[in-house]
Structure formats: structure tokens, C-alpha cells
């Protein structure tokens, strides 16, 4: 519990001096006329560069092994707000715990001694070969992978700026905390538009380790140099004589609560736009680009946090965010959502942030400081990461992390003597901030209970959150079977915001193939074609409601590859498409390509790659080694069918490039929405050779023949680019 009784510490007259000097352009902050103050800006900017470079790299090289689920990127971020924690907890001790000297050979040795740990390309005996749960061994890779280097990265500039205020006889280099940010975000802007396009992982992960060598060696030449003699000229206002007192526990406590607050609502808010609003490519870039510019801004000058215009903009986005999440408000449109809950993270990183720059305490405590945020940020990436999946049945860690900010509110303005609040206290101003923070708290607690209430099940683990309900569909427009009653009863499976499957329950409905499987969908066609002259060995990657196994009959095989366990056990347990089904039903759990990597050759009449419509793409199930992989499973007969149905990606041009590069035949099939049988739109392409699709004529005819694809949009395991797709 933050003890709220003990009052914010008012700043020092020496630091409002050194502040006021810095922001004049007179004070040391980064100055662009000082050589040896260039080579500090420039060491702290280039390793905050490569830190967020190496984050979507090495997230790209792995996805493909943990299946290519959304959540992997969230426990990327966990690790590296827990390695950032790390690094500077490495550079507080170091530098309490050792003369200067010391303190830069030990520093460069490190740095050395890292070097024989490049390049940072995993090797193939490391990919997990069980469907355990996925997150310690991601935090293990990303330990064997990158660990050390990033860890080091994260010392450098906590530890630069030690050396640079002790060279400075108490220069402030809180600037340079803005310069490091404003470095992670030029990379954060410049990896998908810049690099990944023009470069392929293994190049990528090669360019970076030259670089992180270059920076290594400047980094461990500035430790052996620094030597506590100043690097300017310039003169500072003197500090009284004696140790600078360390700020009391509440506002250690504040640093902490406060990086957690913005940790988590960054997390929260990543969570909730790219799996509850939309999957769209490169989305989750928005919230980190907004999350970064509110610590430069703070950071960088007094004058960009305002406190009374922050408070007043902070109680607009927590209305609006508690408001739009609803269940009511959860339909409006994307355009409106995403801004939404973009700007109100905003509000509340300014907030977060700008309270940190204002309790920023003497730099000889620098060390310190950043290691509260960086522990704050952890913990607030362990609750999002880790905690929520396995307490929360729904997503609910948005809730909790609105509900804190609204509550840390109240606490820093109890705390400041500065505020006009604190000097106010129940003044209608103040009675307004406490009715707000209340109304957020109880209406979260309502929203969250509106939540679960309408679902028959609703489920969570590390891949997202499942929820089942009952609905009830008027089909007295529609081309309805032929029934005496015109409203029908049927079940839904959602994963987030996308429909994983739909099933009548009407017993005489409930064997009709629904959603995206109907008969007149790619997947429908392709199986029907083959015709009844004896059993079919059908392969699908994604199991959703098993709603494809309705096409099953006694005698045939159908094996489906699922990589979320929780699926199979509402599969089973909420619908009754697999065991209504005449055909052997086998469902393998697992990553979908390492699963049918096993299989025998020349097996499956029917393959089909279900694993793309909730718009968020597994890259590695469409690169020309993964249909490769395909074709070899396939008979020599057999067909290959893509569901392609995306709302912000094309991925036409990569399947009929894969299928060129293998000199296959391409075939567009689309199907129209026919909400009275339970039909959605859908798009799928069948690929096989011209020999197979001339036996089986159904194909053409339902379809349009493609033409060959280019060879540079050709994806393979060690090239994608997502950017060229987005419609």
C-alpha cells in the first residue's frame, strides 16, 4: 500500500537550476556543441535503436514456432520489460558497488565478452516439440537468444548517465532518458516500413549483430575513459556540501506504481484492439509509438507535461475507454475504437509518465530512479502477460489497469502540496476527481459482469479468450429450409471479436455445414468433388467448431491440427459436429506445420489451411517451404485448400506465388453470405497440379483459374512482408 499520508517531496532549488539551465540551451542536458557530449547522446540513442530493433526481429524468427498467435508478442514485451529491469538493476549495483575505474573495465569486458555470443540466429534443435503451455519456453528462447545482449543494451544508458553526471560534478541527464526513447521509437516506426521489406530474418539478425559489435566496442571505449573528469566547460549551480538525501518510500513508491500504471495500460490496450476490435497488421505499433513519445515528451522539457491540462484531458479518456468498453458501445466502428482507445492510452501515459518526470529525484540517485520504472514496468507486464490469462475467465486486465490509473490519480494529487486539488481538498474540485475515480471503479466492475453474463461459456488461456453463446436467428427473409417456424436457435463460438464456428441446434439442423464451410464455400467444393468412390483422407489446420467434419462419412478419416487446446475441449464439450460426424475424427494439438511434418507421406485427399480468419496471419503457414510440405502430404491427386477470407490483408498474390513456384494450378473460389442457412462469406483457393484438377472438373467450374503469381511476392521462411498485402 502506497502510504497517501506522507506528502510529495518538493524539488531541490539546485535542481529547478539545473532545469532551468538545460531548458535555456546553458545547462549540460545534450548539448550538440560538446564532442564528448555527442558521443554519450550518441551511444544512449544507438542502443535504445537496437533494443527495439531486435524486438520485432527476433519476435518474426520466432513466431512460426509457437504457432504465430497473437498473445506471443505480448510475452516478447514481458520479457523485455523484465531483461530492461535486469540490465538496470546490472547498472545500480555496478555503479554503487565500485570505484570508476572498476566500474568501466568491468563494463567493457562484459560488452567483450558478449560479442562471442553473436550472431543472434537461433538454431533449428531449439524448437519446441510439445504443445505444453507456451510462455517459459518463449522466455527461454528469448533468454538463449538474445538475453545477454539485451540486457547489456539496457544498462548502457542508465549507466551513461551515471558516468555523464559524475564527469559533470552534478550535471542533470534526464534529457538523455528522452533521446533514448526517441531512438527506440524511430526503430519501432522504421522496422516495417524500412527493413522488413528489404532485408530477409537471417540478413536482418546478421546487419544487427555488426551493429551491436560497433556499439559494444564504442560503449566499452567510453567505460574505460570515463574517468570523473568533466567533459565540458560549462558551469554549474554548486550543490550544498554532503550526501543528496534519497526521496522518502512514498515516492519511491509513486516511480513504481506509476511505470507499472503505463506498463500495463500498454499492454491492456495492445491486447484489446488487436484481439477484441481488430487484427490488423502492424496495429499493435500505435499503442508502443504513443507509449515512447509520452516518456519523450515528458522527459525532454518541463513545459510539455501540464498537470491541470493533463488532468482534464485524463478524465475525458477514462470516461471515454470505460464507456466504450461496454458491451453496448463494443459495435461501433473500428474507426472510432481505435482512435479511442489510442488517444485515452496517451492521456494516461502523459499522466504516468508526467508525474515521473515531476518526482524525478537528484541525478546522484539516477541509478535508482530508472530502476523503479524499469521494475514498475515489469510488474506491470507480468499481470497483463502473465497473471490476467490464468485468473481472468474474460479480458478484463484493461478494466483493472483503467481502474488503478483512476485510483493513482487521487493519490498523487492527496500527495502534492503543488496541486490545486491538494489545496482544496473536498472543494467541489476536489469532491469531482474522487466521483470520477469512483464512477470508473464501480462502472468497470458493472461492464465486466455485463460481460460474462450473456455467454454460455467464456473461457481463457494464453491464445485468447473463448466465448460460446445461444442465439436465435430470423430467417423469415430469408431462403429458409423448409420448417414451420421462422426463428431458429443456433450456437456461436468467438474468439475475440471473430466467429470460429456456428452450429443449429435443432437436431435435424445441427449436421448442416455452416459459417465458412458450406457447400458451395472452396472447402465444400473441394471435398464434394471427389465424389463417393470411396473413403477420404482429409487434413485441416484449425479445428474452430469442427464444423468441416459434418462432411464426413462412415469409412472416411479426418485428422484436424489444433494449436489451442482450450478449442478441442469446447469443441467437444459445446458442440457436436466432431462426434455427430460418420467419418474417424483424430485431432492432433500443436503447432499445425511441426504436426504434420510427422504424417507419412502422400496420405490426405484434402488439405485445407483454416488458420486465417481472424486476420491475424501465422506467416509461416504461406511460405513456399510450408506448401512444399503440403504437397508432400498430399496424394498425388489430392488438393490443397487455402481459406484466404481477410479483412485487412490480400494474401491472394502469396498463395498463387507459392502455387507458381511449385508449378501448381491455382483455382478462386468465393461464396456469397446466406444468413438463413447459416452461411458467411467466404474466399478460398484451391491449389493441386492440372492433372489432379482435370479429374476432378467440379473445381473449375465452381471457380475462376488464377494466374501465375509473381516470384516477389513469393513468401519463404526466411522472407515475408505483410506491408505490401495490407488493402
Avoid at 250 to 272: E, F, M, P, R
Avoid at 393 to 416: I, W
Avoid at 433 to 450: D, E, H, M, P, R
Avoid at 704 to 721: A, F, H, Q, V
Wanted: charged share 15%.
Amino acid at each position: 500500500m502506497l502510504q497517501t499520508a506522507i506528502r510529495m517531496t518538493p524539488r531541490k532549488a539546485p535542481d529547478l537550476q539545473i532545469d532551468e539551465a538545460v531548458e535555456q540551451g546553458q545547462g549540460p542536458g545534450f548539448t550538440l556543441g560538446s564532442i564528448p557530449d555527442l558521443i554519450y547522446g550518441l551511444a544512449i540513442f544507438s542502443s535504445a535503436f537496437l533494443l527495439f530493433e531486435v524486438q520485432p526481429l527476433i519476435a518474426k524468427i520466432m513466431l512460426p514456432w509457437f504457432g504465430g498467435a497473437a498473445a506471443v508478442w505480448i510475452v516478447c514485451l514481458l520479457f523485455f520489460q523484465v531483461v530492461l529491469l535486469l540490465g538496470y538493476l546490472y547498472a545500480h549495483l555496478l555503479t554503487r558497488s565500485f570505484g570508476s575505474q572498476t566500474q568501466g573495465q568491468i563494463h567493457a569486458a562484459l560488452l567483450v565478452a558478449s560479442l562471442l555470443l553473436l550472431p543472434i540466429l537461433p538454431k533449428s534443435s531449439w524448437k519446441p516439440t510439445a504443445s505444453e503451455d507456451p510462455v517459459f519456453p518463449i522466455l527461454a528462447f528469448l533468454g538463449v537468444t538474445v538475453g545477454v545482449p539485451y540486457l547489456l543494451l539496457s544498462s548502457t544508458s542508465p549507466l551513461l548517465q551515471a558516468w555523464y553526471t559524475r564527469s559533470g560534478a552534478g550535471r542533470a541527464p534526464y534529457r538523455f532518458y528522452a533521446l533514448s526513447n526517441a531512438g527506440s521509437m524511430l526503430a519501432l516506426l522504421s522496422y516495417p516500413w524500412l527493413i522488413e521489406p528489404r532485408l530477409s530474418s537471417s540478413h536482418q539478425a546478421l546487419v544487427w549483430s555488426a551493429a551491436y559489435g560497433a556499439l559494444s566496442l564504442l560503449c566499452a571505449s567510453v567505460a574505460l575513459l570515463a574517468r570523473g573528469k568533466s567533459s565540458t566547460g560549462l558551469e554549474m549551480p554548486e550543490r550544498s556540501a554532503g550526501p543528496v538525501p534519497l526521496p522518502d518510500r512514498g515516492t519511491q513508491g509513486l516511480w513504481i506504481s506509476l511505470a507499472a500504471c503505463g506498463s500495463a495500460l500498454l499492454l491492456a490496450v495492445t491486447n484489446h484492439i488487436t484481439q477484441d476490435i481488430a487484427s490488423v497488421p502492424f496495429l499493435w505499433v500505435i499503442p508502443l509509438s504513443l507509449y515512447l513519445l509520452s516518456f519523450i515528451l515528458c522527459f525532454d522539457r518541463v513545459g510539455w507535461y501540464r498537470p491541470d491540462i493533463s488532468l482534464r484531458l485524463l478524465g475525458v479518456a477514462l470516461g471515454g475507454m470505460t464507456y466504450a468498453l461496454a458491451p453496448s458501445f463494443m459495435t461501433l466502428p473500428v474507426q472510432v475504437l481505435i482512435p479511442l482507445y489510442c488517444g485515452g492510452l496517451f492521456a494516461c501515459c502523459m499522466f504516468c509518465h508526467g508525474e515521473l518526470a515531476r518526482l524525478k529525484p537528484d541525478p546522484a540517485h539516477v541509478t535508482r530512479f530508472y530502476l523503479a520504472l524499469s521494475l514498475g514496468g515489469a510488474i506491470g507486464a507480468v499481470v497483463v502477460a502473465l497473471l490476467a490469462p490464468r485468473v481472468f475467465s474474460g479480458s478484463y486486465e484493461l478494466e483493472v489497469a483503467l481502474a488503478s490509473c483512476a485510483v493513482l490519480v487521487l493519490v498523487v494529487n492527496h500527495r502534492d502540496p503543488d496541486s490545486r486539488f491538494y489545496r482544496a481538498k473536498w472543494q467541489p474540485g476536489w469532491l469531482v476527481l474522487v466521483g470520477l475515480a469512483v464512477a470508473v471503479v464501480a462502472s468497470l466492475f458493472i461492464t465486466a459482469k455485463q460481460q460474462s453474463a450473456g455467454a454460455r461459456l467464456m473461457k481463457r488461456n494464453f491464445y485468447g479468450v473463448l466465448r460460446v453463446g445461444d442465439e436465435t436467428q430470423n430467417i423469415a427473409q430469408g431462403k429458409a429450409p423448409e420448417r414451420a417456424d421462422v426463428n431458429l436457435r443456433y450456437r456461436l463460438l468467438m474468439n475475440g471479436t471473430t466467429k470460429h464456428g456456428l452450429q443449429f441446434l435443432e437436431p435435424d439442423l445441427r449436421h448442416q455445414p455452416t459459417s465458412y464451410y458450406g457447400p458451395a464455400s472452396g472447402i465444400g467444393v473441394a471435398i464434394r468433388s471427389f465424389g463417393r468412390h470411396g473413403p477420404l483422407r482429409v487434413g485441416t489446420i484449425g479445428l474452430g467448431a469442427g464444423t468441416i467434419s459434418a462432411y464426413g462419412t462412415p469409412g472416411d478419416r479426418y485428422t484436424f491440427y489444433e494449436i489451442n487446446p482450450l478449442v478441442l475441449e469446447v469443441a467437444n464439450q459445446q458442440f457436436s459436429f466432431l462426434r455427430d460426424s460418420g467419418a474417424r475424427i483424430d485431432v492432433v494439438l500443436g503447432d499445425a506445420r511441426l504436426s504434420v511434418a510427422k504424417e507419412p507421406p502422400g496420405v490426405f485427399d484434402v488439405l485445407a489451411v483454416d488458420a486465417f480468419s481472424g486476420d491475424s496471419i501465422p506467416v509461416h503457414l504461406l511460405t513456399r517451404e510450408a506448401f512444399e510440405l503440403y504437397f508432400r502430404k498430399l496424394k498425388p491427386g489430392g488438393v490443397l485448400a487455402v481459406h484466404v477470407s481477410n479483412k485487412y490483408l490480400n494474401l491472394e498474390p502469396v498463395v498463387r506465388a507459392a502455387a507458381a513456384a511449385l508449378e501448381k494450378e491455382a483455382v478462386l473460389i468465393t461464396n456469397e453470405n446466406d444468413p438463413s442457412k447459416g452461411i458467411y462469406a467466404a474466399t478460398w483457393i484451391l491449389v493441386g497440379s492440372r492433372q489432379a484438377l482435370d479429374r476432378l472438373p467440379g473445381i473449375r467450374e465452381a471457380g475462376r483459374i488464377l494466374p501465375p503469381g509473381k516470384n516477389g511476392e513469393l513468401w519463404t521462411d526466411d522472407y515475408s512482408d505483410l506491408f505490401r498485402l495490407l488493402k
